[in-house]
């Protein structure tokens, strides 16, 4: 369950994994909203890598999944007091690169695939992209990158194939009004 509930806020928020590792129910959780059984997510400025604050939803189904594992499971990895989302066994936080190591772990074992928790981040980036091409200022803000030209460095040209798509639209659409 752990490993669910780590891969599922890594698809629907792709925060670096020292931010996943240190999440905290009482510092870095606000209350379910009750009229949609939404989460607000938030990470102070001194918590993220780049210094830039970071805040998100977790949609309902999200947050049902992180429940069942805080209710039932999670109290079994629990040896000592702590509102860390994912313990650790001498207290506190799980070690970010133990977390890191359990990810890529289950990946394998799950679904036979090689990647890193890390790539959750390129892998939103790229499926944002394909669905919006060039809109690099969204994935800068989800990604919390400070600059916009880290994001354009690194995306820049994922969303060539769209951007074609939209060109032969374009080209189809005005020989049809020229016939």
Do not use: C, W
Not at 37 to 48: I, L, N, R
């Amino acid at each position: 369950m752990r490993f669910a509930v780590a891969v599922e806020i890594l698809l629907m928020a792709p925060i670096r994994v020292a931010n996943l590792a240190s999440m905290d129910f009482e510092v870095n959780f606000g209350p379910i909203e009750n009229s949609t059984g939404e989460q607000q997510v938030s990470f102070a400025p001194g918590e993220v890598k780049t210094g830039v604050p970071l805040t998100f939803v977790l949609r309902k189904e999200s947050v049902a999944i992180m429940n069942l594992y805080r209710n039932r499971f999670r109290p079994l990895l629990v040896r000592r007091p702590t509102s860390a989302l994912f313990p650790g066994y001498e207290g506190g936080a799980m070690d970010s690169h133990a977390l890191s190591r359990s990810i890529k772990d289950g990946i394998r074992r799950e679904l036979g695939l090689t990647m890193n928790a890390h790539l959750f981040r390129h892998h939103a980036a790229f499926r944002y992209l394909k669905k919006n091409p060039g809109d690099y200022e969204s994935v800068r803000e989800f990604l919390a990158h400070k600059n916009i030209e880290t994001t354009v460095k690194f995306y820049a040209g994922t969303d060539v194939t769209q951007s074609f798509r939209r060109l032969d639209e374009i080209v189809a659409k005005d020989r049809e009004s020229e016939l």
